[in-house]
């Protein structure tokens, strides 16, 4: 299963909204509505913000949101905050019982 | 409250094999897939497999299969991950995680294990 494809970084001033994209085939992202968004802090474990492509689980911030188009799926971060500085990770189920991530996104609050 | 508690921090030699252990607790285990995902140094997430702590049953991805095995202990809420034939190359941080059964998505991870394969 290949990877899927997201940008290597973005960044933003606080306050300001961003966008990261993830990128798959019509294999994965493009033919299940079970795309996830996960955020990583250095040294630690990922963390889940979004499930089924735009589902908020509880205790996280409704400034995380999602979307799907096509082949892409989109994380957006609206006013962007110094804690939300982290890698973000997006997963497809692929089918046949197997997933594929995203490469990663490092995002950066200037 | 829910936890996944991962064994300690491993050595290995290449060529040699390395059991990584996940203890659940604060919910029902057997309501829930475990998975099994590694990230090497700076690199990002690669998937591994998952078992069914129900029934035992596995799945693994195509490039670990033959060299991955995945079982569970009821009694104690334990899976595991065995790992054979290691190489350099598998020097990274495993991380259980585990997925309700019917979604598709990891609601908790362990805490990560580091496995180090060095000569």
């Known amino acids: 299963q290949s990877a899927l494809t997201q940008p290597a970084s973005v960044s933003g001033s606080p306050g300001q909204s961003i966008t990261i994209s993830c990128t798959g085939t019509?294999?994965?992202?493009?033919?299940?509505?079970?795309v996830s968004w996960y955020q990583q802090h250095p040294g630690k474990a990922p963390k889940l913000l979004i499930y089924?492509?735009?589902k908020r689980p509880s205790g996280v911030s409704n400034r995380f949101s999602g979307s799907k188009s096509g082949n892409t799926a989109s994380l957006t971060i609206s006013g962007l905050q110094a804690e939300d500085e982290a890698d973000y990770y997006c997963?497809?189920?692929?089918?046949?019982?197997?997933?594929?991530f995203g490469i990663g996104t490092k995002v950066t609050v200037l | 409250q829910v936890q996944l508690v991962q064994s300690g921090a491993e050595v290995k030699k290449p060529g040699a094999s390395v059991k990584v252990s996940c203890k659940a607790s604060g919910y029902t285990f057997t309501g829930y897939f475990i998975h099994w995902v590694r990230q090497a140094p700076g690199q990002g997430l690669e998937y591994m497999g998952w078992i069914n702590p129900n029934s035992g049953g596995t799945n693994y991805a195509q490039k670990f299969q033959g060299r991955v095995t995945m079982t569970r202990d009821t009694s104690t809420s334990t899976a595991d991950m065995e790992l054979s034939r290691l190489g350099s190359d598998d020097t990274a941080v495993y991380y259980c995680?585990?997925?309700?059964?019917?979604?598709?998505?990891?609601?908790?991870w362990g805490q990560g294990t580091l496995v180090t394969v060095s000569s």
């Open positions: 997963c497809s189920y692929a089918g046949s019982s197997t997933y594929a």
């Open positions: 089924e492509v735009s």
């Open positions: 019509s294999n994965d992202v493009g033919n299940y509505k079970l």
């Open positions: 995680a585990r997925v309700r059964s019917g979604s598709s998505y990891f609601d908790y």
